[in-house]
């Protein structure tokens, strides 16, 4: 944290995982804020009590976002993977009670979009003051399910009807924002804001990455802050350079006139659609493979709910999912 | 909204104002995102880390500038802003 914040780091997110699930978590955000550190929990709510939520304000947390899978019990209980709905309200709505400003994240799927007026009305009863309705991305669970879990255009002008319709009726404090799927759109997004631009992420064992899922993309070397410092890893190091900037493209976008826009869009998921990391994103309607999105959305929409269940998100099919992917 | 006039203030608790060694500036940090605090926003928001009035705030300031001409409107002016923008807060008594 001491190198990150001679780097000019002044933003740090505890995530996870549940970050909360480490016993020096409270510790750590102390430590985080006397360097100068804003300091993030990005947690699921499930660990948090009073004690905690005073805990990580004694420490000096200033901001928390909280998921929520479902706007009502089953929903949640469903995609969450566990019982936990009345225990996040709570905890929720302790944090806002404690002063701290939360962000309220609900994850949106073809199977819980119809939720979102009831999701905003939930977030305005417990006095949230920012809420995003995000699109799930598909990486791991959600590419694995991304037939039942991709909701249908005509479903997404209508979850974004509704939050506008919301947002006109209610012109309360809240701030609500609507993240569509990148499946839709014509251009890809920015890697993590650009690859080597913006985020660093560390992880428990020390492994240095340029964005939460680069591991998924296969034949990188990760390198590691026992063995070398912050500041090297991030000038110097392969990893850091090897999608910097626009010099590594292929095209089409190397000779793109858009490529400082999106520098060719996400890197994970080129390598997760096209198997290539070097590939444009497929999001790209100008992306040769552009065809893997067409076929993706509408394989979605011929699938029949009966076809095949849907892979849940619990520990043990976790454990699965992560050997299926080690072998593929 | 603070009222100007009857409404002593102080900068938002949960925002963070520092100055950064890496940046060699003043920002002025909020959840996930920062602004780059002008030398003129820098003098205004350090003297509002404590409660403080806005009269008591632009004589403070026109002592340590006796020559700015339009000082207290352009104070008046920036707390508009810095309100809008909630880096500053109603001070409760
Ligand atoms: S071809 Fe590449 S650089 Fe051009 S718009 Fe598509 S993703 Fe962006």
């Not at chain 1, 073809?110 to 009831?118: F, W």
């Not at chain 1, 520098?263 to 198997?275: I, P, V």
Request: charged share 25%.
């Amino acid at each position: 944290m001491k190198e990150a914040r001679k780097l000019g780091a002044v933003q740090i997110g505890f995530s996870g995982g549940e970050p909360l699930v480490r016993k020096d978590c409270v510790e750590l955000i102390g430590t985080a804020n006397d360097l100068g550190f804003y300091c993030n929990l990005i947690t699921s709510a499930l660990p948090l009590t009073e004690k905690k939520i005073e805990e990580c304000k004694e420490a000096g947390i200033k901001h928390i976002q909280i998921s929520f899978q479902g706007s009502d019990k089953k929903t949640n209980a469903k995609f969450g993977g566990t019982d936990s709905f009345e225990h996040k309200l709570a905890m929720t709505k302790a944090v806002i009670d404690h002063e701290i400003p939360l962000g309220l994240n609900f994850v949106l799927h073809r199977q819980n979009i119809h939720q979102v007026t009831d999701f905003l009305m939930m977030a305005e009863n417990l006095g949230a003051e920012f809420v995003e309705l995000a699109n799930t991305q598909y990486y791991a669970w959600a590419l694995h399910n991304r037939d039942k879990l991709l909701p249908s255009q005509q479903q997404l002008v209508e979850a974004e009807n509704a939050t506008n319709r919301f947002r006109d009726q209610h012109k309360g404090n809240m701030n609500a924002i609507f993240v569509a799927p990148d499946y839709y759109e014509k251009r890809p997004k920015k890697c993590s804001a650009g690859w080597g631009t913006t985020f660093i992420t560390v992880t428990p064992e020390g492994d240095v990455l340029p964005c939460q899922s680069a591991k998924i993309i296969t034949g990188l070397e990760f390198p590691n802050v026992k063995n070398d410092s912050l500041n090297n890893i991030w000038e110097k190091s392969d990893l850091f350079n090897r999608f910097r900037g626009t010099s590594w493209m292929t095209e089409p976008c190397k000779s793109c006139p858009e490529k400082e826009q999106d520098l060719g869009g996400c890197r994970c998921q080129a390598f997760m659609l096209t198997g290539d990391a070097y590939a444009t994103d497929p999001i790209c309607d100008k992306s040769p493979q552009h065809d893997i999105i067409e076929k993706a959305i509408e394989s979605a929409q011929t699938d029949k709910e009966e076809s095949q269940p849907l892979y849940f998100r619990n520990t043990q099919n976790s454990k699965k999912l992560a050997v299926m992917e080690e072998n593929s | 909204m603070i009222d100007f006039d009857t409404n002593k203030f102080h900068v938002n608790p949960n925002y963070r104002l520092q100055f950064e060694e890496a940046q060699q500036c003043h920002v002025l940090l909020y959840p996930e995102g920062l602004v780059k605090l002008s030398d003129t926003a820098v003098e205004i928001l350090t003297r509002c880390q404590k409660p403080i009035h806005k009269l008591t705030l632009i004589e403070d300031l026109q002592r340590d500038y006796p020559d700015a001409e339009t000082l207290a409107s352009d104070v008046s002016e920036f707390l508009e802003h810095a309100a809008k923008e909630s880096w500053l807060v109603i001070a409760e008594d």
